[in-house]
């Protein structure tokens, strides 16, 4: 799964990189992005456009809001679950992010882990427009996988990471070569990510600051 990241750029740095009109207005960089935050999202509207999003989808014909965020959706299952197979036909969007946590599972219990690569990372994303029950903003979900070999040994999932995002964002797209399409540039991708350990406290929300990336052994002075 894929439940924090990281965005170290400003919003101009993101669109500059991305090719993108910049009207995102959250706080950026942010070391600990978590759900039901808001989060800059990539989408294509005649131009590409950087936005605010909400993290976790809510299904256009929920009454109330999720119990649970739907932070994440399968790509194994995406086309099938109700909450998840029209956005992924009709609204298709990019997550930035500069890498992100996951938790392994040691003798010493769950040791958090920081996973990179030397470029942006693009996450592949679906949204429903906003709504009262997302802020009044679009809200979304990363899109992940069975891990890929290399960094299967930290978590049994990843999330899906593009190469190409204007085959992703292209409307006529075929969903069903793009399930097979996208799983292949995420592996390509995740043979190259590296990662090391990190300290703990990125487990709490209220932590965000540069030191949460560092590794374990610096990561101590912010115990």
Not at 28 to 50: C, E, G, I, W, Y
Not at 116 to 125: D, S
Not at 193 to 212: D, I, Q, R, T
């Amino acid at each position: 799964m894929c439940g924090r990241f990281v965005v170290s750029k400003t919003s101009d740095e993101l669109a500059a990189e991305l090719k993108a009109e910049n009207r995102f207005h959250g706080k950026l960089p942010s070391f600990n992005v978590a759900p039901t935050q808001r989060v800059p999202m990539l989408q294509f509207a005649d131009v590409k456009l950087l936005i605010d999003a909400s993290w976790g989808l809510v299904p256009h014909w929920s009454e109330t809001a999720p119990k649970t965020p739907l932070i994440n959706s399968r790509i194994e299952t995406v086309l099938e679950k109700p909450s998840f197979r029209d956005p992924f036909r009709k609204s298709r969007a990019v997550i930035p992010a500069s890498g992100y946590f996951e938790w392994k599972q040691t003798a010493g219990g769950k040791q958090p882990v920081f996973i990179y690569g030397e470029k942006l990372l693009l996450f592949a994303a679906i949204y429903e427009p906003a709504s009262q029950l997302s802020n009044n903003l679009p809200s979304f979900s990363i899109i992940t996988k069975q891990s890929a070999p290399g960094i299967e040994q930290i978590h049994d999932r990843n999330p899906v990471m593009l190469e190409n995002i204007e085959q992703w964002l292209d409307a006529d797209s075929k969903p069903e070569q793009l399930i097979s399409s996208i799983a292949q540039q995420s592996d390509r991708i995740a043979g190259e990510l590296k990662f090391y350990e990190v300290n703990k406290a990125v487990g709490s929300v209220s932590n965000n600051h540069p030191g949460l990336i560092k590794p374990e052994s610096e990561q101590k002075l912010f115990d």
